[in-house]
């Protein structure tokens, strides 16, 4: 039976912001669920609060709302658009947790809303953990001894009979949030009380540990005839205990016999049936003993996750399509594959070739941190590498990461290298080994290389499965890796000068078989990596293509989706057809997300439109652009040179287009260039002019722009005399560097010289740089798009917080609320001079700092900025389109656009952040990025799109209350304004000592509550009290005092919001005065846009 | 060239199709010189079940699954006593297997019983190939690396297409299965696997295997309440003797065939079979049960096929074939993979309900053995 008719208006949620656990995976499955049921001929109303997505671009959907996610805002849309039915399967935990309880309210009810996909029932059965267990041990699926308790006295009883260690999850939270493992009796307290507190319903499941055991994951889906299908298998490369989105992840299935995978199939489908999602995707995973095969069921996802989205890329099955075509009546066997055509998709992909997915963590973002890996998840993004070999993969993975790894050691990065390990004398090797296996035994982000130093000591297979667990199949493949590499240092030692001439063309082979790179040979063979590639080319070791094509090669495919590998046959044919390469962003981390996938889809879009053949390139699974129907050919590849120049090779693009990917492309563009690769767009040059200090200074000083002092220095000798000249406060950082990584203000010499010793471990190549800091400026950023000739500007943003906090960090207004018209203009005039003297062909962002009535230009970018999806989404037009269409030769002036008008509603960015995953840490912010996502509100008014920006980062403003501030004397006279208008607004004050005085002889009425260690009850006594809803607290400069970190986690984990500027706290009661004031109202894009 | 065990010589293995399609890789077990048809399985899991499968028997496998031997050889899950393809192609073989069962490696196995296995063969390419050009004879040499006379030998080889190959692999006696069962099943070894045999048995079955050269006299007279037609290899028009001994069975007790069973069964009742180009094997095809429109997921190894006219024809055909009834169909290429005569009490499955390698979906098919040996 086809598709059904008794529905029309379908409402689809997003997942929101991006945030650890929840990535950009769901823009993939939303997105894709939107054309599919677009094209079905649904009317789509789509609400998800997250600006970046693609998703949210006006044409996925009918109605676009950029609206939080929240259960009465839902309603009101409800309300307004009168949908059929709701499919809440593919915007991750929140869609899910929110359809629930739209359902408990009887919203769905009352307006006749159907639930498509998966029905409430399922989502109990799957989601309460203890439900989800009883009905397992029901229908006879394995599951472990556990306890659902709502205290931390019952947890403590339960761990008495059972035993230590334990393993504590609170339900329906994201990513493991609130969960861990505990050892003893005090780590049991801590984490069980903290994660009754995290979870929406105060309940935890504890559990006996299976901490070793392998673990598994298997992608249903299933049809509304009952029909069920396996699209992927996947194994752990790290046993229980890893949570999944932390672990290394190979698919398929390794080390399962058949019989195994065939049982563990046969229970998969079981469960399916017996929770009763009715209809799409769920994953189910499992853990397996290594010893006796004894298997019990560790979750469900009654909907499509995050490994449904590396499931789909790993087997080119379009799992959320699909999902979304199930959920309105079709059934697998109706619906085609896509790949193939000829056979349905009701089939079990069958792949010939492995796929590893490795998480990307940026633990230095958040000092003080571990890098330890536990049941709770704390990644960012992930990449994955295909190869037709697990060693080939996890090679390819290793170098995608982005995090200047050119493979599994090798390649002149490793902590030990392999000379250092080798030529230890026995005591030191001794030490070395005791060193390592501490790092083997707790699971952390960096174990992948230290299994290689333990293997280059001579540790064996045994030893290292018996402190790690990893599996021995594993474990013997990097063995084989260490092993290639021996063999490669061995063929060196020869008596020829040259070492490559040495070289057997066989050993080469095989070394390119098993991953290795050109760098990595290099590395070994002490050449340069274009020697390396010169020698490969003339031996003709050459990358090959092969196709993912879901049947192993039964079937002929069309759909032109490519990994490369060194193998017999190429698959990829070069068309006649003009073509441009588009080379995504790589994983998402903290500075990088979605963002620029978002412009390079846009691109391909663009780019198609041009009637120009589209190739991309990209390794991040989660994503838009690795979908094999964004472009006309993709290649799911590293974004490194070696990788990118073999495709060259292969295609010979008339163009790349390197703008839109971040800095992980434009890293390549002058080795690119020098290869004969035509870029598009800004040249190599531009860029360099851009970011070379002294370069731009020239530039400024040209124009007559100014510029925050500023100095180069390469010792700590010539900082302190920059310093001196400048004067302090000063800022530092690295050269070269996105997202602000490892920038500090600093504020005398004792700061300045304890940074320089820390910096320049960080990067010996580069210098440092020193610009004076500038106090109390506004922060502004702008998006433009030049040709050469003229250049339209795109949006100018107000930023919130004052210039010091990251400009991916603060949150930002469109168009500006409080600048003057005056400084607007100059502000673009300048933006324009810029935009010409760099010769800019696509897009710039500049960040302004105003202070006074002075502009000082920060920084320019001469590509893709993180604040393009905001600018287009807000404007009504898709500035990276435009921009490709400049780089491929037409002019602005031809394009028929408007200058950028002002608008008369207001659009507002704020980011969200991963602090609740980094226990300790300060959440103060800083020129040093931090955030994993941002969220918008639209609305007419400043203070109601403020207000519900927070909504959308998960900040509910309180219209009623107490507010505590405690500030420093600089930001006494500044909270005094506000603090009056929370008064107005009925809110009662409370302060500590110095601030209450303060406000005292201003004639406010405050109490005085006593700061930690003054004296109980203190400040955390009253937020544990629920006494205080909003917290102005400013941090005392320099250093922040342990108590004050204290204070701010413990909003944190109250969820009382906070405001750690005076700007963040003069836009919250702005915000507040507006929600008490009128009514919140839902709007659309496309109405604003039409407006 | 990188040895992946020290002490061992590298020896390369040069394999050619009939066509001059030639690929090289190494040998990780055995050496020597062999021919057979070349076939691909796409089975992800199972390459034990998949080498003691006799169906293989005249055929060189290659996995498309590139890394084999992951989990070693367990006594388990022998489909047979032995292996029984000729020869084994695949991209990377794993001589470190780790799996709480595992009792050695896929190296030994093979090498306890001659076969050649190779590795470092885009088998892809040879996939492909394949897919394209339909199977091929091929030849697989250690020890002669001249194209043109390997060329010669895989030609002047005849091949598998009308040769009877079920003599090699059915058993020479009889013999009795296990000996408890509510129904006595007598099941024919044209190359039976034992997971077929173990399925019966945990079917309530009480199985007595006879050779494939049994006379249907011998048969009815053990009185059984059912005859089983076991999957075989090769050419199902090569065993006429089979046919017509399946032929005095029909009408008179309950039949179920599976695999060459099927293409049996079909000869007997006046279907023709042919060869397809390339054959099914693997462990994904979706097979509609047409009775009740359910898609099972299918284990699926086969190189011929029961040719299936449309109803109409078949009401023409006359003969018992008006009644037949088409029962299960591969949505893939939508050939035959099922059906039935309720008069004549018998039924046949062309694909594998017993898995070994490859899911379970279709296990209820012994379940409906049994209904219509109840039915008096
Ligand atoms: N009983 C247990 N013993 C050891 N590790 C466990 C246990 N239960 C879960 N884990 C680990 O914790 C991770 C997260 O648990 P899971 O139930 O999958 O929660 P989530 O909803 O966060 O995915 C798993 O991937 C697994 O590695
Ligand atoms: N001279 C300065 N005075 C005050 N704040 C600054 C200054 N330079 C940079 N910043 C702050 O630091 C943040 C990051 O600096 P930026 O140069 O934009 O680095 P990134 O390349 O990480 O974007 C800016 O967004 C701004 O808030
Ligand atoms: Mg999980
Ligand atoms: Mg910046």
Redesign the interface.
């Known amino acids: 039976m086809p598709k059904r008719t008794d529905i029309e208006k379908i409402l689809i949620i997003g997942s929101g912001p991006i945030v650890i656990g929840q990535g950009c995976e769901f823009d993939y499955s939303g997105s894709q669920a939107c054309k599919a049921l677009k094209q079905e001929g649904y009317t789509i109303v789509l609400i998800n609060s997250n600006p970046a997505t693609i998703m949210t671009d006006p044409e996925m959907a009918d109605r676009t709302y950029i609206e939080p996610i929240e259960p009465d805002i839902i309603e009101k849309i409800i309300v307004k658009e009168r949908p059929d039915a709701l499919l809440p399967t593919l915007g991750g935990q929140t869609g899910l947790n929110i359809a629930s309880t739209l359902h408990q309210s009887g919203v769905l009810k009352k307006y006749d809303v159907e639930l498509i996909g998966a029905n409430f029932d399922a989502i109990q059965k799957a989601e309460d953990r203890q439900l989800f267990k009883d009905v397992m041990s029901d229908i006879g699926v394995g599951v472990l001894e556990s306890a659902h308790v709502t205290t931390l006295e019952a947890a403590l009883e339960f761990a008495d009979q059972v035993g230590y260690p334990l393993i504590i999850r609170p339900s329906f939270t994201l990513g493991g949030t609130g969960g861990g493992i505990a050892y003893n009796i005090d780590e049991l307290k801590d984490i069980a009380s903290n994660g009754i507190y995290q979870s929406p319903t105060d309940q935890i499941l504890i559990e006996e540990s299976i901490i070793g055991w392998k673990e598994y994951e298997l992608e249903l889906m299933r049809d509304k005839?009952?029909?069920v299908?396996?699209v992927c298998?996947i194994e752990n490369f790290d046993a229980m205990g890893v949570h999944t989105g932390d672990s290394i992840t190979v698919a398929?299935?390794?080390?399962?016999?058949?019989?195994?995978?065939?049982e563990m199939?046969?229970e998969a489908l079981k469960i399916i049936r017996e929770v009763g999602v009715e209809t799409g995707g769920s994953n189910i995973q499992f853990a397996v003993n290594?010893?006796?095969?004894r298997r019990v069921v560790i979750e469900m996802n009654p909907r499509v996750s995050r490994s449904s989205a590396l499931a789909s890329k790993a087997t080119g099955f379009a799992i959320a399509k699909i999902a979304a075509k199930l959920a309105v009546g079709y059934t697998?066997?109706e619906l085609q594959n896509e790949i193939t055509y000829?056979?349905?998709a009701?089939?079990?992909?069958?792949?010939?070739?492995?796929v590893t997915k490795i998480p990307r963590w940026d633990f230095e973002k958040f000092p003080g941190v571990k890098n330890n890996l536990t049941t709770q998840m704390k990644s960012v993004g992930e990449v994955m590498g295909i190869g037709?070999?697990?060693k080939e993969s996890l090679q390819k993975a290793l170098r995608s990461l982005e995090q200047d790894r050119h493979g599994w050691g090798a390649d002149g990065k490793d902590i030990y290298t392999y000379q250092e390990l080798t030529s230890l004398d026995q005591s030191e090797k001794a030490d070395m080994i005791n060193k390592i296996k501490i790092k083997l035994i707790t699971p952390n982000s960096e174990r992948i290389f230290y299994l290689r130093y333990a293997l280059i000591l001579g540790m064996d297979?045994e030893t290292l499965y018996e402190y790690t667990k990893i599996?021995?199949?594993f474990l013997?493949n990097l063995k084989?890796i260490l092993?290639?590499e021996v063999?490669l240092r061995k063929s060196i030692t020869s008596t020829t000068s040259d070492s490559l001439k040495s070289l057997?063309r066989?050993?080469l082979y095989?070394?390119k078989q098993y991953g290795f790179s050109d760098k990595q040979l290099a590395y070994i063979f002490n050449k340069d990596e274009s020697m390396i590639r010169e020698h490969r080319i003339q031996e003709s070791v050459e990358a090959v293509f092969?196709l993912v094509d879901t049947?192993?090669?039964?079937?002929?495919a069309y759909t032109p989706y490519y990994y490369s590998s060194y193998?017999?046959?190429n698959?990829s044919h070069r068309s006649e057809k003009s073509k441009v390469m588009i080379l995504g962003g790589g994983p998402n981390r903290i500075g990088q997300g979605i963002e620029f996938d978002y412009c390079c889809v846009q691109a391909a879009y663009a780019l198609k439109e041009e009637n120009r053949e589209v190739i991309m390139v990209n390794c991040n699974p989660e994503t838009v652009s690795t979908d094999y129907d964004t472009s006309d050919k993709l290649y799911f590849e590293p974004i490194t040179l070696e990788d990118v120049l073999n495709i060259c090779r292969k295609e010979e693009p008339d163009g790349v287009i390197l703008q839109f990917g971040g800095q992980t492309p434009l890293k390549l563009a002058f080795a690119l260039e020098k290869e004969g690769i035509n870029i598009l767009g800004t040249s190599p040059n531009s860029i360099d002019l851009s970011e070379d200090r002294e370069k731009f200074s020239e530039i400024i000083n040209k124009l007559e722009l100014k510029q925050p002092p500023n100095g180069i220095a390469y010792s700590f000798q010539q900082a302190k005399k920059i310093a001196d000249r400048i004067t302090y406060p000063v800022l530092v950082r690295p050269s070269y560097v996105l997202g602000g990584r490892a920038m500090e203000v600093v504020y005398d010499d004792a700061a300045l010289e304890n940074y320089i010793d820390k910096a320049v471990e960080l990067s010996t190549e580069h210098p440092i740089l020193i610009d004076k800091f500038l106090e109390g400026a506004i922060e502004v950023d702008v998006d433009a798009i030049a040709d050469g000739e003229d250049c339209i500007i795109g949006g100018v943003m107000e930023h919130i917080e004052m210039a010091g906090v990251h400009s991916g960090d603060s949150a930002c207004a469109l168009p500006p609320y409080s600048l003057s018209d005056i400084i607007i203009e100059e502000i673009k005039q300048q933006t324009k001079q810029l935009a010409k003297e760099l010769n800019v062909l696509g897009l710039i962002n500049i960040q302004f700092a105003v202070k006074g009535e002075q502009i000082y230009i920060l920084e320019v970018n001469p590509r893709a900025s993180r604040t393009i999806p905001f600018v287009s989404k807000t404007i009504g037009n898709s500035l990276a389109k435009l921009a490709t269409r400049v780089m491929l030769g037409e002019k602005l002036s031809d394009m028929g656009l408007d200058e950028y008008q002002k608008t008369n509603y207001i659009a507002v960015k704020e980011a969200v952040f991963p602090f609740i995953k980094f226990p300790g840490v300060d959440i103060v912010l800083g020129p040093e990025m931090k955030s994993t996502g941002e969220v918008m509100g639209i609305d007419d008014n400043f203070g109601m799109a403020f207000a519900k920006a927070q909504m959308g980062a998960g900040v509910l403003l309180p219209l009623e209350g107490s507010v505590l501030i405690t500030v420093n004397d600089r930001h006494k006279a500044d909270v005094l304004p506000i603090a009056k208008r929370f008064r107005k607004e009925g809110f009662s004050l409370i302060a500590t000592k110095g601030t209450a005085d303060y406000l005292r002889d201003n004639r406010l009425e405050v109490e005085t509550v006593s700061k930690i260690g003054e004296g109980r009850p203190d400040i955390i006594d009253y937020m544990k009290n629920d006494d205080i809803q909003f917290l102005i607290n400013s941090p005392e400069g320099k250093a922040a005092l342990k108590d004050e970190i204290k204070m701010r986690r413990q909003a944190l984990l109250k969820n009382i919001p906070i405001a750690t500027t005076i700007q963040g706290a003069q836009a919250t009661i702005e915000g507040i005065e507006q929600l008490r004031a009128s009514k919140l109202d839902v709007k659309s894009l496309q109405e604003y846009h039409v407006d | 060239?990188?040895k992946?065990r020290e002490e061992e010589l590298i020896i390369k293995a040069i394999l050619v199709l009939e066509d001059g399609f030639t690929?090289i890789g190494r040998t990780f077990a055995g050496s020597g010189e062999i021919k057979g048809e070349v076939v691909?399985n796409?089975?992800?899991?199972?390459y034990?079940?998949i080498i003691t499968d006799p169906s293989y028997k005249g055929q060189i496998v290659t996995m498309?699954?590139?890394?084999i031997g992951?989990?070693g050889i367990?006594i388990?899950?022998n489909e047979s006593k032995k292996p029984q393809v000729e020869a084994f192609i695949v991209?990377?073989y794993?001589d470190?297997?780790?799996?709480?069962?595992s009792e050695g490696t896929l190296k030994e196995y093979l090498e306890q019983h001659n076969i050649i296995g190779i590795e470092g063969i885009?088998?892809?390419?040879l996939?492909?190939h394949i897919?394209q050009d339909g199977a091929m004879k091929g030849i697989i040499s250690t020890i002669d690396d001249d194209i043109d006379s390997l060329i010669d030998k895989v030609n002047n080889y005849p091949g598998l297409i009308g040769k009877d190959m079920v003599k090699h692999v059915s058993c020479q006696e009889e013999y009795q299965w296990n000996t408890e069962g509510k129904y006595h099943v007598v099941a024919i070894d044209y190359g039976i696997k034992n997971s077929i045999l173990k399925m019966l048995e945990e079917n309530d079955c009480k199985v007595t295997v006879v050779p494939a050269n049994t006379s249907a006299e011998k048969i009815l007279d053990k009185n059984p309440d059912g005859v089983f037609l076991s999957n075989g290899p090769g050419d199902p028009v090569s065993v006429p003797y089979a046919v017509k001994e399946v032929k005095k069975i029909l009408g008179k007790k309950p039949i179920f065939g599976i695999c060459f069973g099927q293409q049996i069964l079909g000869q007997a009742l006046g279907l023709s079979t042919y060869k397809l180009k390339f054959g099914h094997r693997?462990?994904?095809?979706?097979v509609?049960n047409l009775a009740n429109?359910?898609?099972e997921?299918s284990t699926q190894n086969h190189g011929f096929c029961v040719e299936l006219p449309d109803k109409n024809e078949l009401k023409k055909m006359g003969g018992y074939l008006k009644d037949l009834e088409v029962t299960h169909k591969n949505?893939?290429?939508n050939t035959l993979e099922g059906f039935k005569h309720t008069g004549l009490k018998c039924f046949s499955i062309q694909y594998h309900p017993e898995?070994?390698?490859?899911?379970?979906d279709s296990r209820y098919l012994f379940k409906e053995f049994n209904e219509i040996m109840s039915e008096k």
């Open positions: 005839n009952d029909n299908v396996i298998s398929p299935i390794q080390t399962l016999s058949d019989k195994e995978y065939q199939r046969n290594p010893e006796n095969g697998l066997d000829e056979t349905p009701c089939f079990e992909p069958a792949i010939d070739y492995v037709r070999t697990f297979i599996d021995k199949w013997y084989q092993d290639m063999e057997d066989d050993l095989q070394a092969k049947c192993a090669g039964e079937f002929k193998e017999f046959e698959e | 060239m990188y992946y690929l691909f796409t089975s992800m899991t199972g034990q079940e498309t699954y590139p890394l992951n989990y367990n388990h899950d991209r990377e794993c470190y297997p780790h799996n709480w069962q885009d088998t892809r390419a996939t492909r897919r693997g462990g994904n095809h979706p509609k429109n359910h898609v997921i949505l893939n290429d898995a070994a390698p490859g899911p379970h």
